[in-house]
C-alpha cells in the first residue's frame, strides 16, 4: 500500500501536516501539491482545528520542486518548446502560497531539515517558523537561472530588508537556522532534538487563543504593509470594531475579571 504524500496527525485542537516525500527530500511534484492542498483545504474547513504545523517527514522540510517532474523538466529533444514554468507557479504555487496566507488558523512551520527553493518560502508563507539547530534556508533559483518564487520577492523584502534580501536571493548561498533567527527570517531556531515539542508547545498555545484576533492580526499586518499610517490606523478601527463584536472579546474581558483562564471558542 503506497504511503500518503502528507501524513496527517491530531493531538487536540492540532493538525499537523508532515509532507511525505522522504527519499526525495519532500521535493514539490504536482502530485504532492494536490494532496497538500487537499489537506489544508480540509484543515480550514474543520471547526475542531484551531492550529496547524507544517512540517517534514525524513531529514528534510522540502528541498523546493522536483526537477525531475514532467511538469518542469526540460524536454532534451532539439527543437523542443520549453516547458511554460509560469503556468507551474500560476497553477500550482500560487494558490498555494494564497491558501496559506489566508488559513483561518495560525500556521506553524516545523522546519526540520533543509528549506531550499519553494520549500524556503513554503515555510516563511506560514505565521510562525521554527526550525532545528541544523537545518538551512536556501534560495536557491539563481543557481538554476531562476528567480524566487512561492512568495519569495514579496516575503524576503519585508522580513530581511531589502539589502539582505537581495543578497540573499542573488548569492543563492545556504543559510543556518541560527542565522536566519538572528537577522528576523524566521521565529526561533531550537536544538534539534526539542523541534517537535517546542513546536507542539507552541502550536497549542495558539489553538488555546482567540482564533479570529489570531488570524484578524495576520491579516491586519500585511495589509498595514501598503498603507500609510492614516490608512492603517482607520483598519485598526474597523477591524476592532469586528472583534469587539465576537464572543471571544467578551470572554476574554469576563476571564480577566474573574481572574480565571479564558475559553476561547470563535474561529
Not at 25 to 49: C, I, K, P, W, Y
Not at 141 to 158: A, E
Request: hydrophobic share 50%; aromatic share 4%.
Amino acid at each position: 500500500m503506497t504511503e500518503p504524500l502528507v501524513l496527517t496527525a491530531n493531538a487536540g485542537a492540532v493538525r499537523t501536516l508532515s509532507l511525505n516525500r522522504p527519499a526525495a527530500l519532500n521535493s514539490f511534484t504536482t502530485q504532492l501539491h494536490e494532496a497538500l492542498m487537499a489537506e489544508l483545504e480540509a484543515a480550514a474547513s474543520d471547526a475542531s482545528v484551531r492550529c496547524v504545523v507544517l512540517t517534514g517527514a525524513g531529514r528534510a522540510f522540502c528541498a523546493g520542486q522536483d526537477l525531475a517532474d514532467p511538469s518542469v523538466a526540460p524536454d532534451p529533444t532539439p527543437g523542443a518548446a520549453p516547458k511554460d514554468l509560469g503556468h507551474v507557479i500560476s497553477n500550482w504555487y500560487a494558490p498555494l502560497v494564497a491558501r496559506l496566507r489566508s488559513m483561518p488558523v495560525p500556521v506553524i512551520a516545523a522546519v526540520n531539515g533543509v528549506a531550499a527553493g519553494a520549500g524556503a518560502n513554503l515555510a516563511l508563507c506560514c505565521d510562525l517558523v521554527v526550525a532545528a539547530r541544523s537545518a538551512s534556508f536556501i534560495q536557491a533559483f539563481t543557481k538554476i537561472g531562476l528567480v524566487p518564487d512561492t512568495g519569495g520577492t514579496w516575503l524576503l523584502p519585508r522580513l530581511v530588508g531589502s539589502a539582505r534580501a537581495l543578497g540573499i536571493a542573488m548569492l543563492g548561498d545556504k543559510l543556518s537556522a541560527e542565522e536566519a533567527a538572528r537577522i528576523g527570517l524566521i521565529w526561533q531556531c531550537v536544538d534539534d532534538a526539542e523541534l517537535a515539542g517546542t513546536a507542539a508547545a507552541l502550536a497549542s498555545k495558539l489553538a488555546g487563543m482567540p482564533t479570529r484576533a489570531l488570524v484578524a492580526t495576520r491579516e491586519a499586518m500585511a495589509a498595514a504593509q501598503h498603507m500609510d499610517l492614516g490608512a492603517a490606523l482607520a483598519e485598526e478601527a474597523r477591524i476592532q470594531r469586528e472583534m469587539g463584536n465576537a464572543n471571544d472579546y467578551r470572554e476574554g474581558v469576563e476571564a480577566f475579571r474573574a481572574k480565571r483562564a479564558p475559553v476561547f471558542k470563535d474561529r
